[in-house]
């Protein structure tokens, strides 16, 4: 199969401090994760692509000092919240992806709760 | 206009009972079809995957695409309890990003 796992799955946070989200790829070599942000009732939004090795792309919107992706291994990807606020509070959901154009395969989200 | 419409739900059904799930979508560039399965507080789940129009089946699920009018489908068979949960559609275009529906909520009740 293709198993991805997201650390940790549910975090809570005082306002203004960093949080940082894992995302690996356990049983194959990811070239590709995004990320995804996703409120109560809401679909998935891309918040941003990463390749192994280079910076990631932002979706329009996306603050990217304030989400910081680094994708430093083919099984690692992390996206660190800093300075956070109660309106970052959501589900953040990662998918792992083979190559670009490939089946993205998704972790099981990290809620994460500003206080 | 959306990319990709879907109708939130929710939808309650008896045990036993075939459902039926649609998106519309509004770029004739896109060429991947996707349904995921969410339960809740949890990540998404592949369900089906096709590329072209028609039927693909794979158990009691069966996705349906109609390319010229923008319409995608997915039929369940002897809904299960199991089976409650949202379903999303996804649809994307080569190498653009992946745009998913806002999902529908469906209830099997026992």
């Known amino acids: 199969g293709a198993v991805v796992s997201q650390h940790p799955s549910w975090v809570i946070c005082k306002s203004g401090t960093s949080v940082k989200i894992e995302c690996r790829s356990l049983?194959?070599?990811?070239?590709?994760m995004f990320w995804y942000r996703q409120f109560p009732k809401q679909s998935l939004m891309l918040m941003a692509t990463?390749?192994?090795?280079?910076?990631?792309?932002?979706e329009q919107g996306v603050e990217k000092d304030k989400f910081l992706i680094n994708h430093a291994s083919l099984t690692l990807s992390t996206l660190t919240v800093t300075s956070a606020h109660p309106e970052d509070s959501s589900f953040y959901i990662c998918?792992?992806?083979?190559?670009?154009?490939?089946?993205?395969?998704f972790g099981p989200g990290t809620r994460l709760t500003v206080t | 206009q959306k990319e990709v419409e879907q109708d939130p739900g929710p939808l309650s059904v008896p045990e036993g009972a075939i459902v039926s799930l649609n998106c519309t979508y509004s770029n004739s560039a896109f060429q991947y079809f996707m349904w995921y399965r969410q339960y809740s507080r949890k990540g998404p789940e592949l369900l089906m995957y096709?590329?072209?129009?028609g039927n693909k089946e794979d158990g009691r699920f069966t996705a349906q695409v109609d390319k010229s009018s923008k319409y995608i489908s997915l039929f369940i068979r002897d809904s299960q309890p199991s089976d409650s949960a949202t379903y999303l559609c996804a649809i994307r275009g080569g190498y653009q990003k992946v745009t998913f529906g806002t999902g529908t909520k469906l209830q099997v009740i026992p």
């Open positions: 096709t590329y072209s129009s």
């Open positions: 049983d194959f070599q990811a070239t590709t």
């Open positions: 990463s390749n192994e090795g280079s910076k990631a792309t932002y």
């Open positions: 998918s792992a992806s083979r190559d670009r154009e490939g089946e993205q395969y």
